[in-house]
């Protein structure tokens, strides 16, 4: 069988680079569905771009390469794209934007725009082996039901995506063809993802969730924190993992929006007589501050308080140092930081340096994107780069 390209992967960045695709496209995925990660992301309602999206929202060796994509297929690109086949949507939070029904919407979009385009989607098909001749590429093509089969295609496109969620079908498979090919890989290790704590440390406090600023290694978000059997979740928590390294504290700013030593001072001046954990639930959720209580000390009423004791115990809600133990892992994570070295692509088409015919898109390059909507954009963004391309 000859095709012109051979796309691997029929995820975010597979699907919208078969709609973009000249010629004979076939897309192949070895999952039972299509776009299974669209179809749970955003709790199933798919947070499918940000109105924000622009390059200093993702992290990269190299910040640049993103550039040419991001600015040629664009947040608006994507919204047209969703508005013209009459899915509606709504913005939740920081320009992050959801389907209004279901994630279900955006894979029946694709999948329109890759069919008529005339590509062709098959499921269940695994990939072994891919070798480079001097026209193109041969690949054996491997599926659940019925006879293994050989293909060969001018171009084969890596969108397979990263190693988050392998019970969902993740595999390392890209970075290993691209290792085949002689393109570097960067280190990779899974981002967005929850800390877990030693001891089960924050168990009794599970389900607690409030407005922090968490920093991990220079970079700072201003998003919710949940509390978890196994340690700290939430978009705050989930964003910070993507800068923190292991044996590295994190500082969690409990009120960010209220400076505590100024009201607590204020409030012992007009009601000295109230209790200092009672006091501070009203800013704080009350089970965080009974779980503060005994190692800092929140014991007296207001008035017992000197301003170098308050100045104390504020620092410390402001600046909460902890250590995790380290992460989920890919079990849990929505993405995988890292991938195939962008100094190996055209930032312009996503395809090889030195491998003609061979493009990289999607999570499968190292370009990892912020939680809110940019890692889909990126998906768009190097998956329409690449289609047009070709
Ligand atoms: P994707 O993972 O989408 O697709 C890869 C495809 O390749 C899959 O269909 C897989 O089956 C297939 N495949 C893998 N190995 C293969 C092999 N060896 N042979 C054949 N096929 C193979 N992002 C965002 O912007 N907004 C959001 O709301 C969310 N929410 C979210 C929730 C959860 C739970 C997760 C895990 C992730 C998110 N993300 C997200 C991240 C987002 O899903 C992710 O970045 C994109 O799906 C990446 O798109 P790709 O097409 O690169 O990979």
Request: hydrophobic share 40%.
């Amino acid at each position: 069988m000859d095709v012109d390209t051979l796309i691997i992967g029929a995820g975010a960045a597979g699907l919208m680079c078969a709609a973009h695709a000249d010629g004979r496209v076939l897309l192949v995925d070895h999952a039972k569905k299509p776009g299974e990660k669209i179809r749970i992301s955003g709790g199933g309602r798919c947070n499918f771009t940000n109105l924000h999206a622009g390059p200093e929202n993702f992290l990269s060796a190299n910040p640049h390469f993103c550039k040419s994509a991001l600015s040629r297929y664009t947040q608006w690109d994507f919204i047209a794209l969703v508005e013209a086949h009459g899915i509606a949507w709504h913005e939740k939070t920081l320009g992050q934007l959801f389907c209004d029904d279901s994630a279900t919407q955006i894979v029946s979009m694709l999948l329109r725009e890759a069919s008529d385009a005339g590509a062709e989607l098959r499921l269940e098909t695994a990939v072994e082996g891919i070798e480079r001749g001097p026209d193109g590429f041969t690949a054996t093509l491997v599926p659940a039901k019925g006879h293994r089969r050989r293909v060969f295609a001018r171009n084969v496109v890596l969108a397979t995506g990263g190693k988050s969620i392998p019970g969902m079908g993740a595999t390392g498979f890209a970075y290993d063809v691209a290792r085949q090919f002689g393109l570097p890989v960067t280190d990779i290790r899974p981002a967005l993802v929850p800390f877990t704590f030693p001891e089960k440390r924050f168990a009794a406090l599970s389900g607690t969730a409030l407005p922090v600023r968490a920093t991990a290694n220079g970079a700072s978000f201003d998003e919710a924190m949940l509390f978890t059997h196994r340690g700290l979740s939430g978009p705050a928590m989930l964003q910070i993992s993507s800068f923190w390294r292991e044996g590295q504290q994190i500082e969690v700013d409990l009120s960010p929006g209220l400076r505590l030593y100024d009201h607590l001072r204020e409030r012992r001046q007009s009601h000295g007589g109230r209790n200092l954990t009672t006091e501070l639930a009203g800013v704080l959720p009350a089970k965080l501050v009974q779980y503060l209580a005994a190692p800092l000390g929140l014991t007296g009423n207001l008035a017992d308080q000197g301003d170098a004791r308050l100045q104390d115990i504020c620092t410390t809600l402001h600046g909460w140092h902890l250590s995790p133990s380290g992460t989920e892992g890919y079990r849990t994570a929505e993405v995988t930081l890292g991938g195939i070295d962008t100094q190996a692509l055209s930032s312009r088409t996503m395809e090889a340096k030195h491998v003609p015919g061979l493009y990289v898109i999607g999570e499968a390059v190292d370009v990892t994107g912020w939680l809110g909507g940019y890692n889909f954009q990126w998906a768009w963004s190097s998956g329409w780069a690449a289609g047009q391309a070709i």
